[in-house]
C-alpha cells in the first residue's frame, strides 16, 4: 500500500498567517508534547511514522511549497511535483504516473490518497489500513473512510451508505455523496448511518493508469510533466469518483476534524496567546496569535481571533471569520514571510517610488551548515548587512569569510551564494526596477558544487 499525501493550494483561509507560499497546513501553532509548537504537516508526518507508512508515504505539492516541505520535513521527503496548480485529479494522475513509471509500482497495488492537514489520533492511520482490505475482497473501484458524525454538521460533506441485511460485510456500499446539508438533512442522513467525507479514499493504480489511457493521455511521467498544463482542471471527485460503477466505504469512529478556519482551528488550540500581548481575564474564548515584534493588547472582547503576521492583521468575530477566504480572495499581495530549506525570511517593508524605482527590505536567517543558491539578479541590486553570525561567502567566484557588522554590495548580474558556519542573520536591501522572487537565476543548490566553481 502507498499512501499519497495532497499538499496545494493557495492559504487564504486563514489569513494573515497563510498565504501562497505558506498554506495552512505549514501553520505553527498546535501544541506538541514537549510543549513546543508545531505545524499541522508536521504533526501528520510524525502520526504516518508511528504508524510505520512514512517510506510508503508520497507528498503531491505544487512549486511553491517545496522548500517549505523539506524545511518542515527535511530533505529526504518523497516529493512530486506539479508543474503548476491545476486540481485534484491532475495532482493525483501525476502521482499515479509517478508510482507506476518511476517507481514501478505494481498495477494492483492499493493507492490511499489523503489530505495532508486532519487533526486526528493515531488511530485514524492504523484504520486507513483497512482500505486495502477492502479493495481486495470487494469488486469496489473505490474504497472510502468516512467518520462517524458526532453532531449534525452543516460544514461537512457526507458520505451516504445503501441499507444492506449482510451482517457479516466489514465495509459498507456508498449509494451516494451530500454536501454541506442543512441542519435537518444532517439529522436524517445521520439516522441513515450516515459518515462525514473526510476526503480519505483508495484504488488500485490500475483504475487512474486505464482512464488516463483512455482519455489519450501520457502513463509516463516525464511525458506526464511535459503536457500537465494540458490536463483539465478538474476535481478528483468529478472525473472518477462520480463515474465509479461501485465504491465500498469503511467506518473511522475516532475524533476527527478539519482545522480549515479561525474558528475551529482555535478550538484546539491550547494556549490563547501566541507571540507578544496581552488578553485581559474578561476576554473569553479570544485568541490572539501575533508574529511582529509589536505587541497586540486585547480589552473586554470575547470570542474573537486577532492574527498577526507580515501580511497584514485580522480581528474578527470567531463565526466570522471563515467569510475571510471570500474576503480575501482577489488579493495579489505578496508573501511576506516564506520558510525555506535554508531557512527564512521576512519582509520588513516595501516602498514604490514615483519614478518606478522599488525598494525591499527583508530579515533573512540561514540556519548553520545550509547555504543559499549560488545565484544571480538580473532586475535588482542589493545590499547585505550581516547583523549576527558569520559564514562564507562567494562573490563572482571568490570566497572569503563574513562576520556581524559586515557589509555587502551585491550588484544585479552578481554571482552571489552564502553558507552559515553558525546561524546567521542579515538585513538585505533590494533596489531596482521590479523585485520579484522570480528574478533569480540559480546555477548551483550543492556547497560542494558551488566551490567547484570558486576560484580561491
Known sequence: MKVVLLSGGSGKRLWPLSNDARSKQFLKILKKDDDRLESMIQRVWGQIGEADLQ??????????????????????????????????????????????????????????????????????????????????????????????????????????????????????????????????????????????????????????????IVNGLPIQYEEMLKQYSKLPKISFDYKVVEKANRIAAIQYDGSWKDLGTWNTLTEEIETSLIGKGIITADSINTHVINELEVPITLLGLSDVIVAASPDGILVADKASSPQIKDVMKHSEQRPMYEERRWGRYRVLDYVTYPDGREVLTKRIFISEGSNLSYQYHSLRDEVWTVVAGHGEMVLNGKRFSITTGDVLLIPKENKHSLRALADIEIIEIQTGSQLIEEDIVRLEHDWNEIMQLCTK
Open 55 to 212: 517510506k510508503h508515504a508520497y507528498v503531491t505539492t505544487s512549486k511553491p511549497q517545496v522548500e517549505m516541505i523539506q524545511s518542515q520535513l527535511g530533505n529526504e521527503i518523497n516529493l512530486i511535483v506539479e508543474p503548476e496548480r491545476r486540481d485534484t485529479f491532475p495532482a493525483i494522475a501525476l502521482a499515479a504516473t509517478y508510482l507506476y513509471s518511476v517507481e514501478g509500482v505494481s498495477l494492483d497495488e492499493a493507492i490511499v490518497v489523503m489530505p495532508v492537514d486532519p487533526f486526528v489520533e493515531i488511530g485514524f492511520f492504523e484504520k486507513l489500513k483497512e482500505l486495502e482490505q477492502v479493495l481486495a475482497s470487494s469488486d469496489a473501484d473505490l474504497a472510502l473512510m468516512g467518520v462517524k458524525p458526532t453532531y449534525p454538521s452543516e460544514k461537512y460533506g457526507y458520505i451516504i451508505p445503501k441499507q444492506s441485511d449482510d451482517s457479516a460485510q466489514t465495509f459498507m456500499d456508498v449509494q451516494s455523496f451530500r454536501e454541506k446539508p442543512s441542519e435537518a438533512e444532517a439529522i436524517e442522513m445521520i439516522r441513515q448511518d450516515a459518515l462525514w467525507n473526510c476526503g480519505v479514499f483508495a484504488f488500485k493504480l490500475d483504475l487512474i493508469i486505464n482512464i488516463l
